[in-house]
């Protein structure tokens, strides 16, 4: 399984995109998790975090593979995928943005099914 977390920064002055994205993502969390089936994704889970007037979107995610979700996500023709890139594009610094590959992870989540 792959586990990343995603910090991306927010661009200034775009915060309110930044909430209407996490608002809108929060409003169909029903309908995002039934496409994450096709992503072969387990997990997302959607943290903010405002230092010194900078706003942050962490993304926790837990897939089969990280390329194989990416690809199929980017390419996906489903209006909730188009909209919640739509919304990265608007609000979402690329340059100040990183992503960290987890070390260690541990899950009982074959359990809980």
Do not use: P
């Not at 995109?17 to 998790?33: C, V």
């Not at 387990?42 to 837990?62: G, H, P, R, S």
């Not at 909730?80 to 340059?95: A, N, Q």
């Amino acid at each position: 399984m792959d586990v990343q977390i995603y910090k991306l920064k927010v661009i200034q002055g775009k915060e309110s995109i930044a909430e209407e994205w996490l608002t809108f993502l929060a409003d169909n969390k029903r309908e995002a998790e039934k496409i994450l089936g096709s992503e072969k994704v387990y997990f997302e889970a959607y943290f903010k975090e405002i230092v010194n007037d900078q706003m942050y979107i962490y993304l926790l995610m837990m897939c089969e593979d990280h390329e194989f979700a990416n690809k199929i996500a980017l390419n996906s023709t489903h209006e909730l995928d188009k909209k919640h890139f739509k919304y990265m594009g608007d609000c979402i610094d690329r340059e100040g943005s990183i992503i960290l590959n987890s070390l260690v992870s541990m899950d009982n989540l074959k359990d809980k099914a």
